[in-house]
């Protein structure tokens, strides 16, 4: 049985992509905070919804997916039912494994988990840190249960909030680019939806590409510029702008707020 604690967007995403995987509905139980969110979770996806003790009692695999902030009080409440070998996956933004283990008391094993929408495409990347207790079992099974629902990377919990910025944040810096490439296309003249279209394409297929050829992406750019060409006329505007530096200095901030998030 799995138990999937604070049933938001996230966690709602993970609880299609297992379903999808094929886990059984009546092998998992969720808990939401509203009575409308629970009834919507119910029809959507047939599931039992519970109560957090419930969850954490009858589960032998706790994912926690509430928010940073509220973290805390969950720990609070499941802590009375959550024995000594009951595995618990956290996926919250800064919740380090620690932060789990000192309210959930000793020998629980903690695996931390970053893990992105793309899940909802089965197209997720996930990665995944071992807590003091978790052993190679348990990293594992937290395989197990990401690997149908996208990539799974290992990582040491000091890379979290580092791969936080990067792959959780990832989605939404080219859906803003993907937003300010069609707003240039309507600049020059194009429909909105023809250049949705060309934009939307063009990304996929520039990722299938960087994915599947094994090449370096300075390599897949220089290919497209020719000298003295277009490509070569844009990228020296986004040069002249500091477009490089400023996703630099946006991933970073984005890795230190995901430091802050777990200290409150």
Known sequence: MIAILGTGKMGEALLSGLL?????????????????????????????????SEAA?????????????????????????VPAGKLVITVAAGITTSFVEARLGDEVPVVRVMSNTPVLVDEA?????????AAETHLKHAEDLLSPVGKVLRIPESQQ????????????????????????????????????????????GAAIMLRDSGEHPVILREAVTSPGGTTIAAIAELERHSVRAAFLAAIEAARDRSGQLAAG
């Open 125 to 133: 990347m996930s990665v995944i840190s071992a807590g003091a207790h």
């Open 57 to 81: 009692e009858l589960a032998e695999t706790l994912i926690l997916a509430v928010k940073p902030q509220d973290m805390a009080a969950l720990l609070t409440e499941i802590a009375p039912h």
């Open 161 to 204: 909030d580092a791969a936080t910025a990067l792959s959780g944040s990832g989605p939404a810096y080219f859906f803003y680019l993907v937003e300010a490439m069609v707003d240039a296309g309507i600049l020059l003249g194009m429909p909105r939806a023809a250049a949705l279209d060309m934009v939307t394409q063009s990304i996929v």
């Open 20 to 52: 999808r995987a094929g886990v059984k509905q009546d092998e998992i139980v969720a808990t939401a905070r509203r009575p409308e969110r629970a009834q919507a979770l119910r029809e959507r996806h047939g599931v039992r919804v519970v109560t957090n």
